[in-house]
């Protein structure tokens, strides 16, 4: 991700169809956005990553290695308007970027409970469960379940 991808980084993020599965699900400023990026650019435990196929970029990806060893989170999502089967060609390439590119151990994903479409692709790219924190996260109104998953490299491998 550059500069160059902040405005359309953002669109995407701000889109009632992105942000409502987020924890943060107000609508973010364009100030807001370059302060974030200017600080997560610097980061060297965080990859910020656009996803494009034939050269139309199509999705985001951040991960953010947050334990020693290869540990990381991630994060992700789709352009809104992109085709069918975007989401699952920019989970195999995060991956791939992950595993073979960034050289993890390990990637970890949180899902809002009632965010069932998540959770379905988390579990379609062999990642594994790993628990539930229960009423975790709170939206103003009311409080809700993280599902959290977990994806080794060598589970990553064996699926190829």
Not at 59 to 74: L, V
Not at 86 to 108: D, I, S
């Amino acid at each position: 991700m550059t500069h160059q991808d902040l405005a359309q980084v953002l669109a995407w993020r701000n889109h009632e169809d992105v942000r409502r599965y987020m924890y943060t699900q107000h609508e973010i400023s364009l100030e807001e956005h370059t302060r974030w990026f200017e600080r997560a650019s610097q980061d060297s435990s965080r990859h910020l990553l656009v996803f494009e196929s034939n050269s139309v970029p199509l999705g985001f990806i951040n991960i953010h290695q947050t334990a020693p060893g290869g540990i990381a989170d991630w994060g992700f999502y789709a352009a809104p308007d992109a085709p069918k089967g975007t989401g699952r060609q920019l989970g195999h390439a995060a991956l791939q970027y992950a595993f073979l590119t960034a050289r993890l151990h390990k990637v970890c994903g949180q899902a809002l409970a009632y965010n069932q479409r998540s959770i379905k692709f988390h579990q379609n790219l062999g990642f594994q469960q790993e628990g539930i924190l229960r009423e975790h996260h709170f939206d103003g109104q009311q409080y809700h379940d993280v599902m959290c998953f977990g994806l080794l490299a060598r589970e990553w491998q064996a699926n190829l």
